[in-house]
């Protein structure tokens, strides 16, 4: 009786002790019980031919070849149903090979070993292809590797990638250093020992790519990340690695990049020219009296003022901030946040220092329609700073005041926005549909900026936490991003030199004034109620 056999199927059977003719014998003149003793295997088909052979044998009732068909070679129906199995399986991974190997596993198949990159088990990746943490080697070596590939979303992954590493690379190396890293990839030389055949594929499908990745690379750098600004001193050394550069395929290159070079080098600075004015206007004469300027004329040149402070902010300040508040290097950045207390400071000022009641309320009612007039502006940091101040405690408490006020219903819908709620969701509402020119409010994105730092380590395990990067890349993209649209406002220079010098002088004050001037005025409104109700009491 044939059993299983006890070894793997691609294992050679052992001879059987037993004569071929008493074991053929055997097989083929079986009792009855022991026909019934024979458990047989399910009959597994998978051709048209077997079935159509089974359904003729058992038309026949030709027991015999039924037999042979159902169950002599176990072997090679165990080969078979194995076969099958591994096809059809799949290697399941556990979620932390995922994040490392991924997206490695996908790009390599079918590539030879020289042209694999070198560091790719320094990367580490999440499922989504999206790198997490790597060695800066690697990461240079991610940087100057050609996509390979006319697919418009690998396309747009590496622009991103190259994109936030030239963004936030000063947080982790040196510029002298990548440069230099930059300058040993473009001279890759081929690994050892390769025939002629492979090191004639290596210089076709990797080294000309990498060179032509590297002149990307710093073409990118130049152009979009502030290279001649952050570090002007590489220029030199740029410049003599391209006019080393004297042949094809990568001279053209070589001399475009030059050219630019040579023209931003030559450009006036665009934080000048972030504005281009329409002609002055004529400002009516207003003799220091706020109340005789038009709210749209101080609207559009708080514009103005605010937008040529916020051109200036670099993204390299925005990372420093992560780290400190306060300095020279975050000098640009802090001027701009200034003004919005500075400007804060003058609106509680010119309300505070009026000892008229209906005064106060036109005051009041004044800004409440520049703050109008910058929100239709996409003003939103000075619309912000005004109607903080309007809502706060030494403004807000002259009750007296606020009961003549004709716009406090203008005020709430504004105020709306300033709710802290949801990260400030009603200013991130707001920037997202913003169209044009516009000065956002940046409270919540130095918020997110602070707190990304905080909660992600620049390092991890040795290696760069380039997520916590790729986070703030996101935060200060969505921060600057408008400014590459300038406003095109007219020009009052009365109404800027008035603006300037009561920004100066509203800061001056310490909160101890405000307070103590606005109790003092809460006071006198609260006596002159009383006498008033006095006298409509006694019939007057």
Not at 277 to 289: I, L
Not at 397 to 417: A, E, F, I, N, P
Request: hydrophobic share 35%; with cysteine.
């Amino acid at each position: 009786m044939p059993y299983p056999p006890s070894r793997p199927a691609y294992q050679a059977k052992p001879t059987s002790p037993i004569p071929i003719s008493e074991a053929d014998s055997r097989q083929r003149s079986g009792s009855t019980s022991s026909n019934r003793s024979l458990r047989r295997r399910p009959v597994i088909l998978n051709d048209n031919p077997t079935l159509s052979r089974l359904s003729t044998l058992i038309e026949s009732n030709n027991t015999k070849e039924i037999d042979e068909l159902a169950s002599p070679d176990i072997v090679g129906s165990f080969e078979a149903i194995s076969k099958r199995s591994r096809e059809g399986r799949t290697p399941k991974r556990r979620a932390s090979e995922d994040t490392k190997y991924t997206t490695n596993v996908a790009s390599q198949g079918g590539k030879p070993w020289y042209l694999l990159p070198q560091y790719r088990d320094q990367l580490n990746e999440d499922s989504k292809g999206n790198i997490r943490t790597g060695t800066l080697e690697a990461l240079v070596e991610r940087l100057t590797t050609d996509v390979g590939t006319t697919d418009p979303t690998k396309i747009a992954e590496s622009k991103k990638f190259t994109s936030i590493f030239l963004m936030t690379f000063r947080t982790f190396t040196t510029a002298n250093r990548l440069f230099d890293m930059l300058l040993d990839r473009f001279n890759i030389q081929p690994p050892k020992n390769l025939t002629d055949p492979e090191r004639k594929d290596w210089k076709a499908n990797l080294c000309l790519p990498v060179q032509r990745r590297v002149l990307d690379v710093l073409t990118v750098w130049l152009e979009d990340h502030r290279l001649l600004e952050e570090e002007p001193y590489i220029s030199k050394h740029l410049t003599e690695f391209l006019n080393a550069i004297d042949g094809p395929p990568l001279y053209l290159t070589a001399t475009a990049i030059l050219k630019s070079l040579e023209r931003l080098t030559f450009t006036v600075p665009s934080s000048s020219t972030t504005t281009s004015p329409k002609k002055s206007r004529k400002s009516k004469a207003h003799k220091n009296d706020l109340l005789k300027i038009d709210p749209s004329d101080v609207a559009e040149q708080l514009t103005v003022l605010e937008s040529s402070l916020y051109m200036k902010i670099t993204p390299q300040e925005c990372l420093t901030y992560a780290k400190t508040q306060s300095g020279g290097a975050v000098a640009k950045l802090s001027d701009f946040i200034g003004t919005h207390d500075k400007l804060g400071a003058w609106v509680k000022l010119s309300v505070l220092n009026l000892d008229t009641l209906v005064k106060r309320a036109e005051t009041v009612d004044f800004w409440i329609k520049v703050a109008e007039k910058c929100r239709v502006l996409n003003n939103f940091a000075s619309m912000s700073s005004i109607i903080i101040a309007l809502s706060s405690v030494v403004i807000s408490r002259l009750h007296v005041t606020w009961g003549h006020v004709g716009r406090k219903s203008q005020l709430d819908v504004l105020l709306r926005y300033n709710e802290p709620t949801g990260g400030f969701a009603g200013y991130r509402q707001l920037l997202n549909t913003a169209e044009g020119p516009c000065v956002p409010f940046i409270t919540m994105f130095l918020t997110d900026i602070i707190h990304a730092y905080e909660q992600f380590d620049s390092q991890e395990g040795g290696q760069i936490y380039f997520f916590q990067r790729a986070r703030w890349h996101e935060i200060i993209t969505k921060m600057l991003k408008f400014q590459s649209r300038p406003y095109c406002l007219p020009a009052s220079e009365s109404t800027m030199n008035f603006i300037e010098g009561h920004l100066r002088d509203g800061n001056q004050r310490d909160q101890n004034w405000y307070w103590n001037r606005s109790q003092e005025l809460q006071h006198s409104e609260l006596a002159h109620a009383d006498i008033r109700k006095g006298l409509e009491a006694a019939g007057f």
